[in-house]
Nanobody, 122 residues
Framework: QVQLVESGGGLVQAGGSLRLSCAAS????????MGWFRQAPGKERELIAA????????YYADSVKGRFTISRDNAKNTAYLQMNSLKPEDTAVYYC???????????????WGQGTQVTVSS
């Protein structure tokens, strides 16, 4: 079993930055494919960033490409989502997710965190 706990959300002005953390337990992040999703009110949950188990492949949605960066710190067993140049349309609940089996950058994940709210004011 893998447990994921997100932190780092909050209220920020447009143009600002936040770093979300996803602390993992039960498995080392180096053995997990990690993904970050978000869900805005009235919208479907979307995958915005992901990294494969090997770390050799990453994915970014067009809406965040060039502004967000996914990373892992094996020593802290934590994954991160660095978010820069935030826009009001980035407002959503952000979830981290992990997968233990799939090859490459998964679109489906087996383990989920509880979510953290990010609100970007204009």
């Amino acid at each position: 079993q893998v447990q994921l706990v997100e932190s780092g959300g909050g209220l920020v002005q447009a143009g600002g930055s936040l770093r979300l953390s996803c602390a993992a337990s039960g498995r080392t992040v180096s053995s997990l494919a990690m993904g970050w999703f978000r869900q805005a009110p009235g919208k479907e949950r979307e995958l915005i960033a992901a990294v494969s188990r090997s770390g050799g492949s990453t994915y970014y949605a067009d809406s965040v490409k060039g502004r967000f960066t996914i990373s892992r710190d094996n020593a802290k067993n934590t994954a991160y989502l660095q978010m820069n140049s935030l826009k009001p349309e980035d407002t959503a609940v952000y979830y981290c997710a992990a997968d233990t089996l799939r090859i490459g950058v998964p679109l489906e994940y087996d383990y989920w965190g509880q979510g953290t709210q990010v609100t970007v004011s204009s």
